[in-house]
């Protein structure tokens, strides 16, 4: 029973220490996502809200400890209280995710209306030179014809002197 309850000991230090441990390359993950300025607004709030619960969780497991002589996980009502705050962690970065993806899908469709809008105009332009309302239409390509038949026309005259 002793070399049982050791062992736990042992597994909860060590749990300890990871958890510790894993805040400096989470302060790094931090870092970059904000100097990168790519992320979401609210889903960047979300990923500095788990600090939050970063930060209720140890104090809260120095409480189950203390007061109730076992760790976190074995106190509900604590362990929901601190488990909550990564629930709304989790809706922040969710939600922050979803905003970017709605306003990307917004912004591609306004591009996509533009590019037909664009597609269209330069088809109605076309259409526009092909029906002789325009440069290069049938007037035009009649007074090119006219000015072809003219110049056939001199050079039929030089030919005959």
Known sequence: ???CTSAVIALQSLASQLFAASLFPYLGFL????RSGQA???TLFGFYFLLAFVGATIPAGIYAKTHYGTSL?????LHGSAESLLTV????????????????EAKNAAAEAAAAADVQSVAAAAD???NGNGAGGPSSSAAAAKEEEEIAEAAA????N
């Open 1 to 3: 029973h002793s070399a």
């Open 31 to 34: 870092f970059h996502l904000t």
């Open 40 to 42: 979401p607004r609210l």
């Open 73 to 77: 996980a074995n106190v509900d009502w």
């Open 89 to 104: 962690t989790n809706l922040f970065i969710v939600l922050g995710l979803r905003q970017a993806i709605r306003q990307a």
């Open 128 to 130: 526009s030179i092909g």
């Open 157 to 160: 005259k030089a030919d005959k």
